[in-house]
């Protein structure tokens, strides 16, 4: 898409307009208004410069002679004498005879000129800058140099546009805006069957999933203007401002229509109206609300102006904005699956060259959970690696690292750890690995590392699961938490004591024992009780208790004796394999970093099940 700017004057051009104003009355008007300087001198003066033949304009008068040098710079004025031969004189010294001095204008006519008129210029010249910025600020309620006007981007179609093609792993949500795409093409294709079109439609996902780039396709598959603005523009300091942008919006697309208004983030301006009365910008925001949901009830099916938003936050936005006849479509774009990531990495592998050995699929599996954005990132990082290896293509184990680089950070290559942090963390990572290597229910170990990273990761352990899951047992989520719980375990196991270490760890046992009893009814106590509820499902997934102090006591106490269960049993299972973990804490004390299949051709030897 390419964006239009609407073609606005520069300041420098009124400016322009000012200094020619100046020039002109300098040249035109200013003359008129000078007089000539005349210098008085007495009648012996005259007749010396008659003799020295010292003369050359004379204008003889009743009441004075006027005259000037040879040169006719000066003027000279002086009084009359009885002189007959005046006359023959300055003939034969060469003078002219003529009028030295125009006569003068009346004194009122020169102070207009020279000062009522410059003051009527300058008055008139401020009004029209006024009304020329007024105009451009939205019209006459505009309070201040364009802050009534909106300020959405506008973007007509181009042949370089994004294409449905180009948004990968988004399927529904695609074939959900195929059909808008088809009504801005064949319009009365709907109208003969008395359909309309909605006339808002909902994006709502996670950051990063593509949901601008969804509406963009829209645009660029309809071939109609799209404007795009953020849901935070609208919000200025100034009451009144920002309905005043909402009403210059819908102004311009109801010019433009057929045409797509992408609204990006609108639960900066959505969010639900307090019951209270609101101060500040509370009230501006719900003044900026009440004129959308305005704008948006006066739009008819068949106008052709298709509103599109995208939120992180849908649960945080006013019924009022949501409801059928305003926003009647909400599309889901959700985080890839494991064909999604697939399709998406190959979108962003088209700008970069690729190696034959590439896998695709191999590296979708390792990025699970990977937004597109995060997934477009992960392409970027490996191109530049093999840029900094000295290459021009991209092969597997540069888009291997990209992951770790995305998950973990970049190795730190300045870090040295003392022999025993350095064995303490073999044996930390060797626990984690060994213990889900060792339960039914985990993901296979793809590979152990013990190097750095910037994210102050000492070591960490990939656990990759062959496809996608979107259900876990009670005895999966278990085995989980014991995998947490095994670089701990196999600590004490080891050294015989504990380390600051296992600090993420034990934040991620205790987040899913406590969302096991909480939300997912996994507890003989409290059945299919929820005692906590998600608030922010695409941000986060922050929680809120929704109980009484000694429930939340009771459920404490239920999360310890779960974590703690599962630490014992992570011991266990280390203290009937001691001898594979020592075996195995040794070989990635050497290696530094090893894969999945060397750690289970090692532990292929005769580990206990």
Known sequence: MKEVKSPQKPLIYYYCIVLLIIVLFNLLIAPLLSQSQVTEVDYGTFMDMIEQRDIGLVQVEDTQILFTDRAETVVYKTGPMEDPTLTERLHDAGARFGRVIEEPMSPLLTWFLTFILPILIFIGLGQYMSRKLMNQAGGK??????????????????????????????????????????????PAKYTEAGASMPKGILLVGPPGTGKTMLAKAVAGESGVPFFSISGSEFVEMFVGMGASKVRDLFRQAKEKAPCIVFIDEIDAIGQKRSSGSGYGGNDEREQTLNQLLTEMDGFEGNTGVIILAATNRPESLDPALTRPGRFDRRVPVELPDLAGREAILKVHARKIKTGEDVDFHTIARMAAGASGAELANIVNEAALRAVRSGRTIVNEADLEESIEVVIAGYQKKNAVLSDREKRVVACHEIGHALVAALQSHSAPVQKITI?????????????????????????????KIATYTGGRAAEEVVFGQITTGASNDIEQATKLARAMITRYGMSDEFDMVAMETV???????????????????????????????????????????????????????????????????????????
Not at 588 to 603: N, W
Request: aromatic content about 6%; hydrophobic content about 35%; overall charge negative.
């Open 141 to 186: 309620n505009a309070m201040s140099f364009g802050m009534g006007r909106s300020s959405a981007k506008v973007y007509v179609p181009s042949t370089q546009g994004i294409r449905f093609a180009d948004v990968a792993g988004e399927d529904e949500a695609k074939e959900s805006l195929q059909e808008i795409v088809d009504y801005l093409h064949n």
């Open 451 to 479: 190097i750095p990273r910037t994210s102050g990761a000492l070591g960490y352990t990939m656990q990759v699961e062959t496809g996608d899951k979107y259900l876990m047992s009670k005895e999966e989520i278990e085995d």
């Open 535 to 609: 608030t922010n499902q695409y941000l986060g997934g922050d929680t809120s208790l929704a109980c009484s102090a000694e429930t939340q006591r009771e459920i404490d106490r239920k999360v310890v004796e779960l974590v703690k269960r599962q630490h014992e049993k992570a011991r266990k299972i280390l203290e009937d394999n001691r001898a594979k973990l020592d075996e195995l804490a040794g070989f990635l004390y050497e290696k530094e970093t090893i894969t999945g299949e060397q750690f289970m051709d090692i532990l292929k030897g005769g580990a206990e099940q």
